[in-house]
């Protein structure tokens, strides 16, 4: 966890009296274990810097006593204080070796990543040279995650005598880039003649997830080790030499299966939850229940993450809201057994619009009393989390949040926003392999059905449906994934086929929409490209492509 730098130092020392045990002779951390990743600004300060210098010095005293043991611990270092006037300059994301209670070998990161989520050029001045440690004999060489995908740091290695590469992780999750992972890995094993183990971070930290994932390649880029996706664990390696010419050998004890993209999102989803409603202290979640997929979707996540006695669903029915609304939502919490409450907004709605009545005498209703209704639903839900301590979790999805089909101060107030980077034919999916798969072990298919076949409507007035103000979501969400995930321009879209009306009102929404999502909840990122740090785009400014 970023910053809580005891915690981090009891949990290596844990792991490192345990793997000694079972016979272990080297342990690997993740990418910066000692202070968590990404602390972004706070590795600017000095105190900072200190704190993790004190964390790493726990570490080796308190496993000094474990004879042979060598542990690489993952640390910022530079920039801390040296003396009330002096401070160091430089700062290095650092892999250190301990045994024994002394540092043995030291690397510095030197592929330093600034793009994506990543911002490592604020932070780290990139390092220069290799750093290969023996243990028994064997030679290792040190890398720190982008090293990997370069092919200057692990020629290095190999050239200093390096006979196996042990990499130190913390590359955030998006949907397929676990297999990504091993085939770019696999080619760096290809291209220097080294075995390859890869330690690999987890959990969830404001908007990124790390699943995990470990595993160990032979010198023939073939998977010899996998750990589980999306927990922690200490995975084993075996490590045998077969001759000084020859490459060493390596063994794991299991290979887990890579799951479907589905079963992945899910998990990522659910770790997302529940460690930034743990890590952040929120005893409990409430949301709002409309008896639409969002929500749906949303509630069942949060059970699978938090377990359903520390849910709160809350139904607000407006004069819109169908009886079928009412009837699955009722349905559904019956299902799950989370505490279940029913707020009509009507008095509410009409007050508003009573006390409004002077200020618009003369105009026809339009979507400011469509947007009264979500504000009054967000104000209700923010009262009873200021009341309660519990978080609100907003159930808006990528596909309204790119075309600003949500309301400020409504549907977007809260929290945390659990599926702002799923766009909404996911949503379906996600909802039906839900049905067809329990893997918490619930017992339950949470979602009814006629919640996830009817037409999605935002039931704010007479006969609403989301096709009215949208293009179908097959269409909406290709031209969201290209153009705004991948950067793909107008006229590419519309030689493959697109309707540039479709495509030129899209792209139109994304740009008008921009002060909204600025002020949306932080959400989690599962995909290469999300609305949050991976997209920085002016809300002031006039180019039209």
Known sequence: MVGDMAGNARKIIDAAKTAYGHGARVLITPELAI????????LLRPAFIDACDDALKTVARELAGLKGLHVVVGHPE??????????????????????????????????LPNYQVFDERRYFTPGQEACVFDVAGVKLGLLICEDAWFENPALQA?????????????????????????????????????????????GGQDEVIFEGRS???????????????????????EVQSKGPSEPLSLKGQEISQNGSWEEDLWHALVLGIRDYLGKNGFP????????????????????????????????????????????????????????????SIA??????????????????????????????????????????????????????????????????????AVIKDVVKTQVFKLAEWRNQNDPYGTGRSPIPERIITRPP???LRADQKDQDSLPP??????????????????????????????????????????????????????????????????????FRA
């Open 457 to 459: 409507s935002a039931e």
């Open 35 to 42: 202070c968590g990743y990404a602390a972004e600004d706070l």
């Open 158 to 202: 190999r050239d200093a005598g390096a006979q196996l590469l042990v990499v130190l992780n913390a590359s955030p999750f998006h949907v397929g880039k676990g297999l990504e992972r091993e085939v770019q890995m696999g080619q760096r094993v290809q291209h220097c003649g080294l075995p390859l183990v890869y330690a690999h971070l987890v």
């Open 347 to 416: 008095p509410l709605f009409e007050s508003f619009k009573s006390a409004l009545s002077d200020q618009f005498k003369g105009l026809a209703e339009d979507t400011t009393e469509e947007n009264i209704q979500a504000r009054v639903r967000g104000t209700l839900l923010m009262a009873m989390s200021n009341k309660t301590g519990g978080i609100v979790l907003t159930t808006g999805n990528k596909s309204e949040m790119a075309t600003g089909y949500c309301t400020l101060y409504g549907d977007m107030a809260g929290g945390f």
């Open 284 to 343: 409990s979640a409430l949301l709002g229940l409309s008896g639409g997929i969002d929500s749906a979707l949303v509630l069942a996540l949060a059970v699978d993450a938090i377990g359903a006695d520390k849910i709160h669903a809350v139904m607000m029915p407006s004069p819109y809201t169908a009886d079928i609304s009412w009837i699955d939502s009722r349905e559904m919490v019956k299902r799950l057994g989370v505490r279940y409450d029913e707020i």
């Open 215 to 237: 595993f160990a390649l032979n010198a023939n880029s073939e998977v010899v080790a996998r750990a589980p996706a999306f927990q922690e664990c200490l995975q084993y390696i």
């Open 78 to 111: 530079g920039g801390g204080v040296q003396s009330k006037s002096v401070a160091i300059s430089k700062r290095f994301n650092r892999a250190t070796v301990l045994s024994e209670g002394q540092t043995v070998a030291t690397y510095a990161k030197q592929e």
């Open 473 to 542: 979501y097959e269409v909406l969400d290709a031209i969201v994934q290209r153009y705004m995930e991948n950067d793909e321009g107008i006229n590419a879209l519309v030689a493959d086929g697109f309707d540039r009306a479709d495509v030129e009102k899209v792209t139109r929404l994304i740009k008008l929409n921009e002060y909204k999502r600025r002020q949306s909840p932080v959400g989690i990122r599962v995909t290469h490209r999300s609305f949050g740090k991976d997209w920085r785009y002016p809300i002031t400014n006039r």
